[in-house]
């Protein structure tokens, strides 16, 4: 297995290797991405398979354009957002849940049914005929933390951009059912962040109104 990706990332295991991405990384510039890739291009064409797991697909959506015969070898792998997915098919893509196949599969995003509904859009071009959907679960091992009494109290902890895909609106829920204290930590370094934390406002309002405790 052969790992492409930037300086600091680490090489698979075991007997993996390590190919670093020169060009645009660190301050990335969509409209130059190409000359990042351009470098190992007959590379990676020609290994048995290719997972694409960059946040813009550009390898998959370049391989599935030019390289027609090639598509069903490549596979992108949608961790955020299901807007991120090339815009020239046919391609297949895996995803971490049952819920985010169903959204691919009927031409939804990522806002569907969200408190971000009326602000994002909600479709998008469904998955093809000759398109495959695949899932491999998300997972988080919590075997490391056993909840109990602490002196400053429990609480859950929620601290990320405030984007739907992020689970904010979950974690009020959460809230709201178990009665545990939740603190969230947003990011709002991009106007795009608190687009969508103020989109998130009512939620939270909702959820202290329900029985919540909600710090910020």
Known sequence: M????????????PKGKLRYIPGTYGTINLAREHQAIDWFWDEIIAHDFILDCSHNHLVAEEAAW??????????????GATTH???CGPYNAIVGSQHWKQLLL??????FRTPFARRY????????EDDIAGVVLWATDTN?????????????????????YKGLPEAL???????????????LAMAG????????????????????????
Do not use: C
């Open 85 to 87: 997915t090339p815009r």
């Open 193 to 216: 962040h608190r687009q969508a934390w103020q989109a998130v406002q009512p939620s939270i309002k909702s959820a202290v109104e329900r029985g919540a405790e909600i710090r910020v």
């Open 144 to 164: 490391f933390y056993t909840p109990g009494d602490s002196p400053k109290g429990n609480f859950m902890l929620w601290i990320s951009h405030p984007e739907p």
């Open 106 to 111: 009927y031409g939804r995003t990522e806002y």
């Open 173 to 187: 829920e959460v809230a709201v059912r178990t009665r545990v204290p939740l603190v969230v930590s947003p990011s």
């Open 2 to 13: 052969t790992l492409y990706g930037a300086p600091g990332s680490l090489p698979p295991r």
């Open 121 to 128: 859009p909600v479709s998008i071009e469904p998955l093809q």
């Open 66 to 79: 030019y390289y027609r015969d090639l598509t069903a070898k490549i596979a992108v792998v949608l961790n």
